[in-house]
């Protein structure tokens, strides 16, 4: 705000609108989305050309929230233009931008496309895992830039909706939804997070040989964690502090608030505290989720399943 906007009631009180831009790879449910979006009271557009987003976002203010779907499709998309874009509505004074991904495992994914016989877009010899992968590939950048991420493999129609429901109903009676994510400091601070506590003073379990493979969400890696002294009056105090702050946030009518924990590689100490912090919240009532980003990158880093493959289950958000 410059100080002229300080002293311009207009500038201070202007509205903003809520703009969730919706993409992932083919198949994995993004019109789907759009649906559930539009039917949540968004104005949604989908396959809009990346040239005319920012002629129709200069246009007039609108008073309902926004949805976009960008497809790989667009003549002009790629994941360079897509950051871009999302860089340049963060900074813009009337939007509030998220950013939701659809993923989807490259198994179901050549089900899909198998099952409904369709040609995939990025599959020049009518194959679908190569486009699948691709596609994939192309898009991993703008995954690690996702506010919200949903996995929807192992998700019909209806549960989609449910779940998109949590985190965009435009009812002004909505619930707060709480997402706790866990990070690597090494790897920088994800976007949008709203709270955000270091857990790097607690003792290391990758110094540990028989802990250096497991993750948080071993109860082995959780035992050698929680043995710090220093963890339960840390854990009593940062989760009463979130559980004072919480009704406040929904009282200024906050829809969802993102909390992060963050160690020096994101697979031990932030893990462990995004699985105890999640479950303690939702034992008090409120509506979480959690998201553990070093976690997928490392999943995703992995060689692809081939096509026979088994199928794996579908993480949260």
């Given at each position: 705000?410059t100080p002229?906007d300080?002293t311009?009631p207009a500038?201070?009180d202007?509205?903003?609108?809520r703009?969730?831009?919706?993409t992932?790879p ?7 989305a759009?649906?559930?979006?539009e039917d949540?009271g968004f104005?949604a557009?989908?396959?809009l050309?990346?040239?005319l987003v920012?002629r129709l ?6 008073p309902t929230?926004l949805?976009l ?7 002009d998309f790629?994941?360079?233009?897509v950051?871009?874009l999302?860089?340049r509505?963060?900074r813009h004074?009337d939007y509030v931008p998220e ?8 198994t ?10 369709r040609?995939?877009?990025?599959a020049?010899?009518g194959?679908?895992l190569?486009g699948i992968?691709?596609e994939m590939?192309l898009l991993?950048p703008i995954?690690?830039?996702a ?6 493999s192992e998700m ?7 779940e998109l429901?949590r985190?965009?109903?435009?009812d002004p ?8 994510q ?6 920088g601070v994800?976007?949008g997070?709203?709270?955000m ?7 290391n379990?990758h ?9 948080g969400?071993d109860a082995a ?11 339960d009056?840390f ?7 979130i559980?004072?702050?919480l009704?406040a946030?929904?009282?200024e009518g906050?829809t969802?608030?993102a909390?992060?924990?963050g ?7 932030s ?11 939702a ?10 980003r070093e976690?997928?990158?490392?999943d995703a880093e992995?060689?692809r ?7 794996s289950?579908g993480?949260?958000i």
């Open positions: 705000m002229s300080a311009n500038a201070v202007s509205p903003t609108t703009l969730v831009l919706v992932g083919s198949g994995a449910g993004r019109s789907t759009i649906n559930v979006l949540l104005e557009i989908d396959n050309p990346l040239s920012p976002l200069d246009g007039p203010a609108r929230p949805a779907g960008l497809d790989v499709r667009n003549r790629s994941a360079s233009a950051i871009e999302i860089d509505l963060t004074p950013v939701l991904y659809l993923d989807c495992d490259s179901i994914l050549v089900r899909r496309f198998n099952e409904t016989r040609r995939h877009p990025m020049h010899d194959a679908p190569d992968l691709a590939d991993a995954r690690v830039r506010d919200v991420l949903v996995n929807t019909s129609p209806h549960d989609l909706k449910a429901s985190f965009f109903d435009t009676d909505a619930r707060l939804a709480v997402s706790v866990s990070f690597s400091y090494k790897r994800p976007r997070i709203d709270m506590f270091d857990c790097r003073f607690l003792e379990p110094w540990n040989p028989q802990l250096r493979a497991l993750d969400r890696v959780q035992r050698f964690v929680r043995s710090d002294a220093r963890f009056e854990l009593q105090k940062v989760r009463d502090l559980l004072f702050l009704p946030h929904l009282a906050k969802h608030l909390i992060g924990f160690c020096t590689g994101g697979q031990h100490r893990v462990t505290l995004t699985e105890i912090m999640s479950k303690a919240l034992e008090h009532g409120w509506q979480v989720s959690k998201r553990h976690l997928e990158r490392r992995k060689p399943l081939a096509v026979s493959g088994s199928t289950q993480t949260q």
